[in-house]
């Protein structure tokens, strides 16, 4: 009678533990992964160029301006045209990013689908629409989050490391926009449109051209008044004629005997007309001063926030109406 080995089992291998996407979110980046790595290439690339221009470009031109001593200026004067409209073109790149993110989610991201009739059969497979729009919106949100966080950080370090030589003030619609959250909000919003516009029209190309239409008109409009959400400085007399370079000048006019303020500067306008001139011509007009309404570099903060806030409304609008929408036509 001889013993028989019975041979050892293989342990079965546990559950792989780690940050893995699962579910709706794995389904999310495996549909949309080539519009994300896009992304992610055009993040790098923005991030690489203000990388150049800020240890790169603005070195060399520091070591320039270090070896003239006290002679007169011998920076290369293209070099620095070139930091100052480099820059400007990335910010132009970035402050506009949202046109590209409205296209693609209107398009790809729930209209493609709604046309093509996969998101029906995603409902089918145990998958709520709720759930399948949150994990739409989710996954998109967190990597555009990422991005324009850190293309926030690098532009703002670049824009600050020699205001002299770059031409664009704080007050300008892409500095205004780049430099805070502003422009990770403008990306949130940008989402939320296309995927309602995708919900509404359920077509690919209408809700691309919609989306995209919405953010560029809505982009426009707030950089036209984002100097209205915060009321502005009254600068008076000398300091209302002498008026910062890196003030936002909002209104420039005479204050008459009433108090009341116009716009006439027909006593002003002559550079040589002396003293006694002016004041001739000011009794005449019943003028007794200048004033200025400017926003002065303080004012970005409560600007870039009011202007921010107003995008996270409409963003919280886009994305309720598109539940909203969602749940009314799959009851």
Same mark, same amino acid.
């Given at each position: =009678?001889?013993?028989?080995? @019975?041979?050892?089992?293989?342990?079965?291998?546990?559950?792989?533990?780690?940050?893995?996407? !699962?579910?709706? +979110? $794995?389904?999310? /980046?495996?549909?949309?992964?080539?519009?994300?790595?896009?992304?992610?290439?055009?993040?790098?690339? =923005?991030?690489?160029?203000?990388?150049?221009?800020?240890?790169?470009?603005?070195?060399?031109?520091?070591?320039?301006?270090?070896?003239? %001593?006290?002679?007169?200026?011998?920076?290369?004067?293209?070099?620095?045209?070139?930091?100052?409209?480099?820059?400007?073109?990335?910010?132009?790149?970035?402050?506009?990013?949202?046109?590209?993110?409205?296209?693609?989610?209107?398009?790809?991201? @729930?209209?493609?689908?709604?046309?093509?009739?996969?998101?029906?059969?995603? $409902?089918?497979?145990?998958?709520?629409?709720?759930?399948?729009?949150?994990?739409?919106?989710?996954?998109?949100?967190?990597?555009?989050?990422?991005?324009? @966080?850190?293309?926030? &950080?690098?532009?703002? /370090?670049?824009?600050?490391?020699?205001?002299?030589?770059?031409?664009?003030? /704080?007050?300008?619609?892409?500095?205004?926009?780049?430099? %805070?959250?502003?422009?990770?909000?403008?990306?949130?919003?940008?989402? +939320?449109?296309?995927?309602?516009?995708?919900?509404?029209? !359920?077509?690919?190309?209408?809700? &691309?051209?919609?989306?995209?239409?919405? =953010?560029? /008109?809505?982009?426009?409009?707030?950089?036209?008044?984002?100097?209205?959400? $915060?009321?502005?400085?009254?600068? @008076?007399?000398?300091?209302?004629?002498?008026?910062?370079?890196?003030?936002?000048?909002?209104?420039?006019?005479?204050?008459?005997?009433?108090?009341?303020?116009?716009?006439?500067?027909?006593?002003?306008?002559?550079?040589?007309?002396?003293?006694?001139?002016?004041? +001739?011509? =000011? +009794?005449?007009?019943?003028?007794? %001063?200048?004033?200025?309404?400017?926003?002065?570099?303080?004012?970005?903060?409560?600007?870039?926030?009011?202007?921010?806030?107003?995008?996270?409304?409409?963003?919280?609008?886009?994305?309720?109406?598109?539940?909203?929408?969602?749940?009314? !036509?799959?009851?």
């Amino acid at each position: =009678m001889t013993a028989t080995s @019975t041979p050892a089992v293989a342990a079965a291998p546990g559950p792989r533990r780690g940050l893995r996407l !699962r579910g709706t +979110a $794995w389904t999310v /980046w495996r549909a949309h992964r080539s519009a994300l790595l896009v992304w992610c290439a055009y993040v790098l690339a =923005m991030a690489g160029w203000l990388l150049w221009l800020r240890i790169v470009t603005l070195h060399e031109i520091d070591q320039e301006a270090a070896s003239c %001593g006290d002679s007169d200026p011998c920076i290369d004067v293209l070099a620095a045209m070139t930091y100052s409209s480099d820059l400007s073109m990335i910010g132009t790149l970035v402050s506009y990013l949202c046109y590209g993110v409205a296209a693609w989610a209107g398009a790809a991201l @729930t209209g493609r689908e709604l046309e093509r009739g996969t998101a029906q059969l995603a $409902w089918t497979q145990s998958v709520t629409p709720t759930r399948w729009l949150a994990a739409k919106l989710a996954v998109p949100a967190v990597v555009l989050v990422l991005g324009t @966080t850190a293309l926030v &950080l690098l532009y703002r /370090w670049a824009w600050a490391a020699d205001r002299g030589m770059v031409g664009d003030e /704080w007050f300008y619609p892409d500095p205004m926009v780049n430099r %805070g959250p502003l422009l990770v909000a403008y990306a949130l919003c940008a989402l +939320a449109v296309g995927a309602l516009a995708g919900l509404a029209l !359920r077509r690919a190309l209408p809700a &691309l051209a919609v989306a995209l239409g919405f =953010m560029a /008109w809505f982009h426009v409009f707030l950089d036209q008044h984002t100097r209205q959400l $915060w009321p502005t400085t009254t600068l @008076t007399d000398t300091a209302a004629s002498r008026v910062p370079e890196n003030a936002d000048q909002i209104a420039l006019g005479s204050i008459t005997d009433s108090g009341a303020r116009v716009s006439d500067l027909s006593c002003f306008n002559d550079d040589g007309a002396s003293a006694d001139a002016v004041r +001739a011509c =000011m +009794a005449n007009h019943e003028f007794t %001063g200048l004033y200025a309404e400017v926003h002065p570099p303080s004012h970005f903060w409560p600007l870039h926030l009011m202007a921010t806030g107003v995008v996270l409304a409409v963003t919280v609008l886009a994305t309720a109406a598109a539940f909203r929408l969602l749940r009314r !036509r799959t009851r």
